[in-house]
């Protein structure tokens, strides 16, 4: 199954849903401080509360004073204690700020980021290829603290807001059954906005995020160190720019649309808070005045209305519109854990079976058409085969296909009698090592750039040394230690010479069936020739896999496949090739002049 066709069945989550998969996430992730932080949410919503409590009996004290029912000593004490508990109020509130801020959210990020790198390891490489999963990925990284500032809003409506609002609700219901309308008139207005904000920025985040990447990706062709040669000498900066802007256009109109749709649903969301409000006032009024509450109770909650309308407007305005916006990073993060994972059987290969693909077809996520169709092919124990054909014709899919990077579609494919479709990765890859078109220049030194092929082994300088000299490597003013990376103050090295390391990197990992698919398509055919030459000698006695467009490389392999359209159309040695009419034949016609000098 292809990855298209999980992916297109997006599951959409509905806001509870969400919360219920990413709380226990999020307190996996930093177990005590989500305590810690709840413990202070409750304390704090504790704290709003008694300050109302608080407030009345000062004024009643006072009301009580002035009638000569009380003295200035309890007045006294009253404003102390009222005085005791707001402080105690901003401490905790500090201590919580701190600790969210500054200790959980950090904290979290980099374990929730851990998560992601884990779950990528474990993820079917041909994932990769589907932009969903890619947008997932780019979303969930940046979304890290989102998701702890997510958490941390949930834990404050639960711990904070939900304390202080059964408190209060407690105590206005005792004081007078109807003055609970005003938790009501205050909540269900703000609720309802919560809930339209929600829809309306999970929305925007699903069509935004194509196009930030195709905006990040034109920014980068137009500032990355390795496009700026090419986007101006061909003078293409104009063209990126243009689609650029034109992508940031739709891209804010989108954010625009949204902003004014919350813009309106704010404002009515004032005019319903204050008629709450001033509805509320009036029930209190009303009790007053018919003496069902004391002037001190009627102080105290009318303090403590412009209190509750404003933290439901700190719940919404605030809270709710940075919930908003982080759903949609949390349900990215939650869909890449959902991702299937590629699982397997522990098995240890034997590449002394050799490696065979048997009637395989593979079809890239999103086409409908496959790339590989019907291909069956053995390479045995220390073969060199050399797949040769046009741009396009399947080549480097058959190689993803036969190192077991990619499982197929159909048929099946045995590396050393491990079928690739039933082992894990870690099984079929133990012994298989590659050096591809797009090979890496890691900004590293020398010596990591060849190591990091076999990290489980400690870094044998005598061995890097020869293997890069088998390469042809020119180390004459490069030691293993330099740092290969202007950017960080080491130095560069000419696009042969990367080439040069990328295939040491290949060669210095243990293998028995090694891959070298193109990498030096860059270079010209004679000097292609010889460095596959070197890489046949190197790689002798091992199953060896080599792509090329080139008949002079192709030549030094045992026998040669020649690919069109997916298809092996003919397999033989160069001789035998040659002698019949076919693709080959004429690609040799075509290129034996390239060869004529050497
Ligand atoms: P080249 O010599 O240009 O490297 P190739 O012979 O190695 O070409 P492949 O790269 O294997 O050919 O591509 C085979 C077919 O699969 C082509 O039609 C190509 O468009 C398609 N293809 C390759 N990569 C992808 C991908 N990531 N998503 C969808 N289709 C792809």
């Known amino acids: 199954m292809s990855t298209r066709s999980m992916n297109t069945k997006r599951t959409k989550y509905h806001l509870l849903q969400v919360i219920v998969r990413i709380i226990p996430i999020q307190i996996k992730s930093a177990p005590w401080n989500c305590l810690i932080e709840n413990c202070l949410a409750v304390m704090n919503g504790l704290s709003f509360a008694l300050s109302v409590v608080a407030t009345q009996y000062l004024f009643d004290v006072i009301a009580d004073a002035a009638v000569g029912k009380a003295g200035y000593r309890e007045c006294v004490i009253h404003l102390v204690i009222l005085a005791a508990v707001t402080f105690g109020q901003q401490m905790i509130n500090g201590i919580q700020n701190f600790h969210g801020i500054g200790v959980l959210l950090p904290k ?41 500032m997510f958490c941390m809003l949930v834990f404050a409506c639960v711990s904070f807001y939900g304390i202080y609002f059964i408190v209060i609700g407690t105590y206005l219901f005792r004081l007078k059954p109807l003055l609970i309308l005003t938790l009501l008139l205050a909540f269900i207005p703000a609720m309802l906005a919560q809930t339209v904000h929600i829809r309306i920025f999970a929305h925007l985040e699903e069509e935004s995020a194509p196009l930030r990447r195709e905006c990040d990706y034109y920014q980068k062709a137009i500032c990355d160190r390795e496009y700026f040669k090419e986007t101006r000498i061909l003078g293409a900066y104009q063209f990126f720019y243009q689609l650029f802007d034109d992508t940031m256009k739709v891209l804010t109109g989108k ?5 004014y749709k919350t813009a309106l649903l704010q404002l009515m969301l004032d005019c319903t808070t204050f008629a709450g409000m001033a509805a509320s006032a009036y029930m209190l009024f009303h009790a007053t005045m018919s003496g069902e509450i004391t002037v001190g109770m009627f102080a105290a909650v009318f303090a403590a209305l412009t209190q509750i309308f404003a933290i439901m407007q700190e719940v919404v305005r605030q809270h709710m519109g940075n919930m908003n916006r982080d759903i949609g990073k949390v349900v990215n993060f939650i869909r890449l854990l959902d991702l299937p994972e590629r699982a397997g059987e522990e098995g240890a290969s034997d590449l002394a079976k050799g490696i065979a693909a048997e009637n395989v077809s593979f079809c890239y996520p999103g086409r409908d058409t496959p790339s590989i169709k019907n291909v069956s092919l053995k390479i045995a124990a220390g073969e060199t085969i050399a797949i040769i054909g046009e741009n396009g014709a399947g080549k480097s899919t058959l190689v993803r296909l036969m190192t077991g990077i990619y499982r197929p579609t159909e048929g099946i494919v045995l590396i050393g009698g491990l079928d690739t479709a039933r082992y894990s990765s870690s099984s079929v890859l133990k012994e298989i090592s590659g050096v591809f078109q797009k090979y890496q220049r890691y900004k590293m030194s020398l010596k990591e750039n060849v190591a990091i092929s076999d990290f489980a082994i400690e870094a044998d300088s005598d061995k890097i040394l020869s293997i890069l000299n088998d ?5 004459d003013n490069i030691q293993l230690e330099d740092m290969l990376s202007p950017e960080y103050g080491g130095i560069d090295i000419s696009g042969g010479q990367w080439q040069r390391v990328a295939i040491a990197r290949g060669l210095y990992r243990e293998n028995g069936f090694i891959v070298l698919d193109e990498p030096t398509s860059a270079i010209d055919p004679i000097e292609e020739t010889k460095i596959y030459k070197q890489f046949a000698r190197l790689a002798e006695g091992k199953s060896a896999l080599i792509v090329t467009h080139r008949i002079g490389s192709a030549k030094l392999a045992d026998r040669i496949v020649v690919m069109d359209a997916g298809r092996i159309v003919d397999i033989g040695t160069h001789e035998e090739l040659i002698a019949r009419p076919g693709q080959y034949a004429k690609m040799w016609e075509a290129q034996a002049q390239w060869y004529e000098r050497a």
């Open 108 to 148: 979290s990020a980099g374990r929730l980021t851990e998560r992601i790198h884990k779950k990528v390891m474990c993820i079917d490489p041909v994932t990769f290829e589907d932009t969903d999963f890619l947008d997932d990925l780019n979303k969930a990284k940046e979304g890290v603290r989102a998701i702890t």
């Open 471 to 475: 390469t042809g490597f020119e180390k």
């Open 255 to 259: 954010m625009w649309k949204a902003e």
